[in-house]
């Protein structure tokens, strides 16, 4: 048997946890190991607390741990420290034993000597361990277990809102307005063309080219569709003096410069052809046909304009979406101007224009959980001292806020606050029944080691551990809590 206990320390503890496994602890020598975790620990308050419970329970407290801050804390409040169980047990050895094992080296005992020694050694042992034996044996000896029973109750609380940890978000808002164009323009889809007749009266031929631009009286133009040789007027003779001429023709097809209906137009109505052409004349017997137009929507300035402001106004209409568990600070909204693109611009044709408006805004929030902790600061001021909260069970069912504070309604969790010497005082003496009676307000209570029906007399015989198990039995209750301010 080793005579010394080990316990973890890890960050799910709490005083409560430690104490109560210093009551349920046997060995007198209990070792806590603290790892990075336990940062409960490192509070003096919290040290001193634990060290108290230490002292009442009759046990030696030694804290394992590396870390210098922690060992600092422990030295000034003269607490046993050590870095491991090897170099407790190391440098804990009796002052002047060096000395003696020096002497007992230089001057060793008798034979006799030795053996007596042990011999009384192994006797007072013996008759150490029977005294204790007889007295655990026979002596009554009873641990009672209390499950505090759980008390829920609602309070509602005033909280700064500078004291509250806020959260800075940039929400990029995008929206989109579609405005029909109220412009329009005339737009041709086919030419205008047909055939012209070219009159030639010099006596050479002449050739006209593909492309040789023609036009109308009203200043229309017109080009040829291919080449055109044109002859020479027919001269007649009569006793070699001129009696006649005959001037030369050709037909060419011609078609409009661009499209459009209003180059369809009536016969006769060309009558120039483009060029140094003095003998050469043209006339379209027929009408120019085939030329066709149609009238599309343009946008306008003013469609942009319309399209810009309604995008705007959708954008001052939308409301900021929260997330569950988000609060929106008032007067904390910063807009940055809307930045407006369009799909067409002025004099495009299309039968719409889509506006596309985006603006950044920064907004400050706060978060159910940040509320919540600053709540459970304020909390242990507010509960009567005969009650304590049950860690991990404060929620927030109301909250309300303006420009200056946070109006939170609570609904948590307590349990009554009872010490163990407490119980032990109450019920001494008293039978099972009776010890029932008088805890059932506290809560559940349980009992082990009882060998007759009543406890005993004398209270050192008596151990109480107050569970950190509650019961799950909620029972509503009409306590109310104070309201305060930060």
Do not use: C
Not at 61 to 77: D, H, M, Q, S
Not at 201 to 206: E, N, P, R, V
Not at 442 to 468: A, C, H, M, Q, Y
């Amino acid at each position: 048997m080793q005579g010394y206990h080990i316990y973890e320390v890890k960050a799910g503890d709490s005083i409560s946890s430690l104490v109560q496994k210093l009551q349920n602890t046997i060995e007198n020598l209990v070792f806590l190991r603290i790892s990075e975790e336990g940062l409960f620990l490192f509070s003096e308050a919290n040290l001193k607390l634990l060290a108290y419970y230490a002292h009442e329970e009759n046990k030696n407290l030694v804290f394992l741990t590396p870390n210098k801050e922690l060992k600092a804390r422990l030295t000034k409040l003269r607490l046993p420290v050590a870095d491991s169980i090897e170099t407790f047990f190391s440098t804990t050895q009796p002052q002047g034993s060096e000395e003696l094992e020096k002497t007992t080296k230089e001057a060793p005992l008798s034979s006799w000597t030795k053996n007596t020694l042990v011999a009384a050694g192994v006797v007072f042992v013996v008759l150490f361990l029977l005294q204790w034996g007889l007295r655990y044996w026979f002596l009554p000896k009873v641990i009672v277990t209390l499950y505090p029973q759980i008390i829920n109750t609602d309070t509602e609380i005033s909280l700064n809102l500078e004291a509250l940890e806020k959260q800075n978000e940039l929400i990029t808002l995008k929206k989109v307005a579609l405005q029909a164009a109220t412009g329009s323009k005339v737009v041709g889809l086919e030419r205008a063309q047909g055939e012209v007749v070219f009159i030639n009266q010099g006596t050479k031929q002449l050739k006209l080219y593909k492309g040789t631009q023609l036009r109308s009286k009203d200043g229309k133009k017109y080009l040829l569709k291919e080449d055109v040789l044109i002859p020479g007027a027919e001269v007649v003779y009569v006793l070699d003096v001129r009696s006649s001429q005959t001037a030369g023709q050709a037909l060419g097809f011609i078609e409009a410069s661009e499209l459009g209906a209003e180059y369809n137009i009536k016969a006769g109505e060309i009558n120039f052809l483009t060029g140094d052409y003095k003998d050469i004349t043209v006339r379209n017997l027929k009408a120019l046909t085939g030329g066709k137009s149609e009238k599309r929507p343009v946008v306008t300035q003013a469609d942009l304009d319309l399209a810009s402001k309604e995008a705007i106004k959708l954008l001052s209409d939308e409301k900021i979406t929260l997330r569950p568990g988000e609060y929106l600070l008032e007067n904390s909204i910063t807009k940055e101007e809307p930045i407006i693109e369009f799909d067409r611009q002025a004099g495009d044709f299309s039968s719409t224009v889509t506006a596309i408006a985006t603006q950044n805004i920064t907004v400050k929030k706060l978060l159910t959980e940040d509320i919540e902790k600053e709540a459970e600061k304020l909390l242990p001021d507010l509960l009567p001292s005969f009650y304590s909260l049950v860690p991990q069970t404060v929620t927030i069912t109301e909250t309300i806020l303006d420009e200056k504070e946070a109006k939170v309604r609570l609904n948590m969790d307590l349990y009554p606050v009872i010490s163990p010497e407490e119980i032990v005082k109450t019920i001494v003496g008293l039978s099972k029944e009776e010890a029932v009676e008088v805890l059932e307000r506290k809560g559940k209570i349980t009992f082990e080691g009882l060998k007759e029906e009543n406890l005993p007399k004398r209270k050192e015989w008596i151990k109480v551990v107050i569970s950190d198990q509650y019961q799950t039995d909620k029972l509503k209750t009409t306590l109310t809590l104070g309201q305060t301010k930060m």
